[in-house]
């Protein structure tokens, strides 16, 4: 506990406890009652925590003067002991009641955020178990949990550590992690508002919001700076020389290549286009090719719901018009065939032999009708 040889318990004429509560930094913790203490079911499982548990018991309620435990290590453990006691007794109706006076007070202090505007805070520690870290604050209206303001020890002007359980540190298990949230749940007329979602602090340089990737500019740099290093140590011990500068700043600059675009454009509102990758081009032209073949497919579907199917259709097509050109093909090749030209021939003698015999018919007829003139002019 936050005890250390300054402030020992010898020479003071006040009970124990309240000389404790009253020590520097401990202003957080309450007067435990005597009653309380003096309840053995109270204390049930805290003799294996501190050594000499009866001695500390009897120091804390003043069974023992003060000159009679001049023993550090006793104190020690008495203070111990006295926090223990403190975060079971706190969660009680009593205990409570204690520390809501502290609370209007502001004895626990107020949020360091400046959103908060001053908003009253409550103790409490990240552990159960004795030893492991020191109190902290919780405040209800930004939900966020804190570091104490360090303590100004009165022998010496400056600030005793408040990490790791230093010699001036109030350890975080004398609060518990119930406490705070118990005591909104049984005081809730005490919750504030939360913060509105406008409130947060925006970073600015010259006016401009610093973009998100400024955050991970460090941490990619840095990688690249071990990268580097890491290659030029392995060239090195290769080659048994010096190393290399100008390999180590080109292999910086390749592992940063990535980030280039990040860092043009740090102080932008709106956000960076990462550069693509050979992989992902690749993977976008084949996703664009598939998407054109499920378009054709969808168009080839469309014409198959109006009629024939388009290679059906197609198909008929070409045979048609195979089929228009074939026939004019014979058209023009029709006189080319040897038993067509002879059919023809012999209609052409036909229609010869046929004209010769009606002239010979006609001369016949004139023959006669002039015999039958000659014969008539002859009787008259």
């Not at 007070?105 to 949020?111: D, H, I, P, S």
Request: aromatic share 6%.
């Amino acid at each position: 506990m936050a005890y250390n040889e300054d402030s020992s318990a010898s020479g003071h004429d006040e009970p124990w406890i309240q000389w404790f509560c009253g020590l520097k930094g401990h202003e957080m913790f309450c007067e435990v009652e005597r009653a309380y203490i003096e309840d053995g079911f109270n204390l049930y499982g805290l003799r294996a925590c501190v050594s000499n548990f009866s001695d500390c018991l009897d120091l804390i309620l003043d069974r023992i003067g003060p000159d009679d435990s001049d023993d550090s290590h006793l104190t020690q453990s008495a203070c111990t002991l006295y926090g223990l006691i403190h975060a079971r007794y706190i969660v009680t109706a009593h205990g409570l009641d204690s520390m809501y006076n502290k609370y209007a007070a502001k004895e626990f202090g107020t949020c360091p955020l400046i959103q908060c505007n001053g908003q009253p805070v409550l103790p409490t520690g990240l552990k159960d178990e004795i030893g492991i870290d020191t109190v902290k604050i919780f405040c209800p209206k930004c939900q966020c949990v804190y570091q104490p303001p360090p303590i100004r020890t009165r022998s010496s002007g400056h600030h005793s550590s408040s990490g790791g359980g230093g010699g001036g540190a109030v350890d975080g298990a004398a609060f518990g992690t119930t406490f705070p949230h118990l005591f909104l749940m049984t005081f809730n007329n005490l919750v504030p508002d939360p913060l509105p979602a406008d409130s947060a602090y925006i970073p600015r340089v010259f006016g401009f919001r610093v973009h998100q990737s400024v955050r991970q500019q460090h941490a990619s740099t840095a990688a690249a700076a071990l990268t580097a290093s890491a290659l030029s140590r392995s060239n090195n011990a290769r080659r048994g020389g010096t190393v290399d500068s100008f390999t180590s700043q080109r292999v910086l600059n390749v592992t940063t290549a990535n980030t280039a675009a990040e860092n043009i454009s740090l102080l932008t509102d709106t956000p960076v286009q990462e550069p693509v990758s050979r992989g992902e081009k690749e993977s976008e032209m084949k996703a664009e090719k598939i998407a054109s073949n499920v378009a054709e497919a969808g168009g080839d579907k469309s014409k198959a719901s109006n009629g024939t199917p388009p290679k059906a259709g197609l198909k008929k097509a070409a045979s048609a018009n195979g089929d228009a050109s074939v026939q004019g093909k014979e058209e023009k090749m029709g006189g080319n065939d040897p038993g067509d030209g002879n059919q023809s021939k012999r209609k052409g003698k036909e229609g010869d032999n046929s004209a010769v015999s009606n002239e010979n018919g006609s001369s016949k007829s004139r023959a006669s009708k002039r015999q039958k003139r000659q014969a008539g002019s002859e009787v008259t």
